[in-house]
């Protein structure tokens, strides 16, 4: 690939679906505790050593190993790696673990307070069962609590462990951790696939893979946060990220809280669903929810093992929607939860590498240029590029017609958005802005996104014949009791359905709403900054005027999922595939 302006674009966004090869080999199974004699001799030398360990945990004050003294407690009392406890490490971060025994029980700070403070056998992860563990010299292992950072210790009288601060307790806070079996693994989803990922290149240079152009990893935060249940990853597990508890505290213990994701799969605010998630998954995720989480970091991994090499993740809000849901965890303001987003998968990353073994380990690598994009996935790890898709980019709404701000604020937003890392950008997504109009969407959801665009900009869609045959939506409204009854779920709307919803005439209609002045300089600018431009959503009006500009500049542009928001017609997709995107 060449690796011009325009051919980088076209790199990092979709020209690396080239095939698709089975992945084989040999990988080790997640899990799956070493082979290693138990003895002190065979201890772990480094921290970097540690992710997914089985061990057992010696204490150098007594020469004792750690194990279970009934229900609720540990001793460092046993002679013997047989009669130890084996501690599965689970990562909670880099450098951060859980310490899981066979049992399932966790290692955990709790008893009395002050200078020191017991160790105890907790049942559920968090905080205070979360240890650091430093690698020193001679083998040895400080094991300190994220809670405060004071050091699990053992008391030399009766092999006790306690959680110190005090220097003076010395070599008491020194343990190596000894190579062991027997260990349960922490739960975790399934892999569900072996082999070694391939890296490297094909013959003439060109990588290898395939790509998802459009990927919502952080949509949880969407629409203030209160909205979508489940997470991409969390860390102290599957448990937490997709377990029943995820989904009931946010839509009820039936789901009838859901009143956002009953709207747009049933067209009604009211209902139930299953909230069961892990370990059944009776519930969800499903295809036909928009408000449960559908992607988990070790789906993602095993999509990667089989040839996946490029993801953009779509970070993605809408003022609007955020504004009329009863509840939120975060501003509604875009620009501020696409932050949220982005460093999400910051987060992701970090996580992904904890679980690798550290820094810079891990499979999942973001990137910011086509230079970075092609290095990582020659070397068999997935490039993932951070997109935005919002209703308000740039915080660039409209208001009775009126844009919300200026070229100089275009200028400094896209600066802004390229310094968080983002480099690829949807002018238009659900509503109106200064930059363009959405195309309209039909059914239940293009009912509600015609009220989100009335709350936003104060005034329904305006709609005229389409400029091709074949595009656009049927329009649908609103009775006036319909409007009410969707009010009493929604209360910000109480205005907006005193007023009623227009009618529209029948047949196919576009959105009269086309390329601003400002989206033509929008444009532009993203032209000179090298950016992807995502041209779905776009009104058909707008769309072809921006292939226009594509075409004078010759620069491609990019459909990560069309079909959801205007369908594009045959010579539109010719245009496209002949810029090169």
Same mark, same amino acid.
């Given at each position: 690939?060449?690796?011009?302006? +325009?051919?980088?674009?076209?790199?990092?966004?979709?020209?690396?679906?080239?095939?698709?090869?089975? &992945?084989?080999?040999?990988?080790?199974?997640?899990?799956?505790?070493?082979?290693?004699?138990?003895?002190?001799? !065979?201890?772990?030398?480094?921290?970097?050593?540690?992710?997914?360990?089985?061990?057992?945990?010696?204490?150098?004050?007594?020469?004792?190993?750690?194990?279970? &003294?009934?229900?609720? /407690?540990?001793?460092?009392?046993?002679?013997?790696? /047989?009669?130890?406890?084996?501690?599965?490490?689970?990562?909670?971060?880099?450098?951060?673990?859980?310490?899981?025994?066979?049992?399932?029980?966790?290692?955990?700070?709790?008893?009395?307070?002050?200078?020191?403070?017991?160790?105890?056998?907790?049942? !559920?992860?968090?905080?205070?069962?979360?240890?650091?563990?430093?690698?020193?010299?001679? *083998?040895?292992?400080?094991?300190?609590?994220?809670?405060? %950072?004071?050091?699990?210790?053992?008391?030399?009288?009766?092999?006790?462990?306690?959680?110190?601060?005090?220097?003076?307790?010395?070599?008491?806070?020194?343990? &190596?951790?000894?190579?062991?079996?027997?260990?349960?693994?922490?739960?975790?989803a399934e892999l569900g696939a072996t082999g070694k990922p391939f890296s490297g290149t094909n013959p003439d240079g060109t990588v290898l893979?395939?790509?998802?152009?459009?990927?919502?990893?952080? /949509?949880?935060?969407?629409?203030?946060?209160?909205?979508? &249940? $489940?997470?991409?990853?969390?860390?102290?597990?599957?448990?937490?990220?997709?377990?029943?508890?995820?989904?009931?505290?946010?839509?009820?213990?039936? $789901? %009838?809280?859901?009143?956002?994701?009953?709207?747009?799969? =049933?067209?009604?605010?009211?209902?139930?669903?299953?909230?069961?998630?892990?370990?059944?998954?009776?519930?969800?995720?499903?295809?036909?929810?928009?408000?449960?989480?559908?992607?988990?970091?070790?789906?993602?991994?095993?999509?990667?093992?089989? %040839?996946?090499?490029?993801?953009?993740?779509?970070?993605?809000?809408? =003022?609007p929607i955020c504004r009329i849901e009863p509840t939120r965890t975060h501003s509604c303001d875009e620009t501020h939860t696409i932050k949220?987003?982005? =460093?999400?998968?910051?987060?992701?990353? *970090?996580?992904?590498?904890?679980?690798?073994?550290?820094? $810079?380990?891990?499979?999942?690598?973001?990137?910011?240029?086509?230079?970075?994009?092609?290095?990582?996935?020659?070397?068999?790890?997935?490039?993932?590029?951070?997109?935005?898709?919002?209703?308000?980019?740039?915080?660039?709404?409209?208001?009775?017609?009126?844009?919300?701000?200026?070229?100089?604020? +275009?200028?400094?937003?896209?600066?802004?958005?390229?310094?968080?890392?983002?480099?690829?950008?949807?002018?238009?997504?659900?509503?109106?802005?200064?930059f363009a109009g959405p195309a309209l969407e039909g059914g239940a959801r293009g009912v509600f996104i015609n009220i989100l665009n009335a709350?936003?900009?104060?005034?329904?869609?305006?709609?005229?014949?389409?400029?091709?045959?074949?595009?656009?939506?049927? +329009?649908?409204?609103?009775?006036?009791?319909?409007?009410?009854?969707?009010?009493?779920?929604?209360?910000?709307?109480?205005?907006?359905?005193?007023?009623?919803?227009?009618?529209?005439?029948?047949?196919?209609?576009?959105?009269?709403?086309?390329?601003?002045?400002?989206?033509?300089?929008?444009? $532009?600018?993203?032209?000179?900054?090298?950016?992807?431009?995502? +041209?779905?959503?776009?009104?058909?009006?707008?769309?072809?005027?921006?292939?226009?500009?594509?075409?004078?500049?010759?620069?491609?542009?990019?459909?990560?999922?069309?079909?959801?928001?205007?369908?594009?017609?045959?010579?539109?997709?010719?245009?496209?595939?002949?810029?090169?995107?």
């Amino acid at each position: 690939m060449k690796r011009t302006a +325009v051919g980088a674009a076209v790199l990092a966004a979709c020209g690396l679906a080239i095939a698709m090869v089975a &992945a084989a080999g040999g990988l080790a199974s997640r899990g799956t505790a070493p082979v290693a004699a138990p003895t002190p001799d !065979a201890s772990i030398r480094s921290d970097s050593e540690l992710a997914g360990r089985c061990v057992a945990i010696l204490s150098r004050t007594n020469g004792r190993f750690i194990a279970a &003294a009934g229900p609720g /407690a540990y001793r460092a009392a046993a002679r013997s790696p /047989a009669q130890a406890t084996a501690f599965y490490l689970k990562p909670t971060g880099l450098d951060t673990y859980l310490l899981y025994d066979q049992d399932a029980k966790l290692l955990g700070v709790g008893g009395e307070d002050g200078e020191t403070a017991g160790a105890i056998r907790a049942d !559920a992860p968090g905080r205070p069962t979360e240890w650091t563990l430093t690698g020193l010299a001679g *083998r040895a292992f400080a094991i300190s609590s994220t809670v405060d %950072g004071r050091r699990l210790a053992v008391r030399r009288s009766d092999g006790a462990l306690t959680v110190t601060d005090n220097p003076a307790h010395g070599r008491a806070w020194l343990f &190596a951790l000894v190579p062991d079996r027997g260990c349960r693994p922490y739960p975790e989803a399934e892999l569900g696939a072996t082999g070694k990922p391939f890296s490297g290149t094909n013959p003439d240079g060109t990588v290898l893979g395939f790509a998802e152009t459009h990927l919502h990893l952080a /949509a949880d935060l969407r629409a203030g946060g209160d909205i979508i &249940a $489940g997470k991409p990853f969390a860390r102290f597990g599957i448990t937490r990220a997709l377990g029943s508890v995820a989904d009931a505290r946010k839509h009820g213990p039936d $789901g %009838g809280d859901d009143v956002t994701g009953n709207l747009l799969r =049933e067209g009604v605010p009211f209902g139930t669903h299953d909230t069961h998630g892990w370990p059944t998954f009776a519930g969800w995720p499903v295809n036909d929810t928009l408000t449960h989480q559908q992607a988990y970091y070790v789906w993602l991994e095993r999509a990667w093992m089989a %040839g996946l090499r490029l993801v953009v993740a779509q970070t993605v809000e809408d =003022e609007p929607i955020c504004r009329i849901e009863p509840t939120r965890t975060h501003s509604c303001d875009e620009t501020h939860t696409i932050k949220l987003e982005i =460093e999400r998968l910051r987060g992701l990353e *970090r996580y992904v590498d904890a679980q690798s073994g550290g820094r $810079g380990k891990g499979w999942f690598r973001l990137v910011y240029n086509p230079r970075q994009a092609r290095r990582t996935i020659e070397r068999g790890k997935l490039a993932v590029v951070i997109g935005v898709e919002s209703s308000n980019p740039l915080g660039c709404g409209e208001r009775i017609g009126k844009p919300r701000c200026t070229r100089a604020d +275009v200028d400094r937003g896209l600066d802004h958005l390229r310094r968080l890392g983002v480099r690829s950008l949807f002018p238009a997504h659900w509503v109106d802005n200064a930059f363009a109009g959405p195309a309209l969407e039909g059914g239940a959801r293009g009912v509600f996104i015609n009220i989100l665009n009335a709350f936003a900009t104060g005034s329904y869609f305006r709609t005229e014949p389409c400029p091709h045959p074949g595009e656009g939506e049927e +329009v649908t409204t609103l009775e006036p009791f319909e409007l009410q009854v969707l009010a009493s779920f929604f209360p910000a709307a109480a205005e907006l359905a005193a007023e009623g919803m227009p009618t529209y005439p029948p047949g196919r209609r576009c959105n009269a709403r086309g390329l601003t002045r400002l989206g033509r300089y929008l444009i $532009g600018q993203m032209i000179e900054r090298h950016m992807l431009i995502e +041209v779905d959503h776009l009104s058909e009006a707008a769309r072809d005027r921006v292939l226009e500009i594509a075409e004078r500049r010759r620069y491609p542009v990019i459909s990560s999922h069309n079909g959801t928001g205007g369908a594009w017609t045959p010579g539109q997709l010719r245009r496209l595939y002949a810029l090169g995107g």
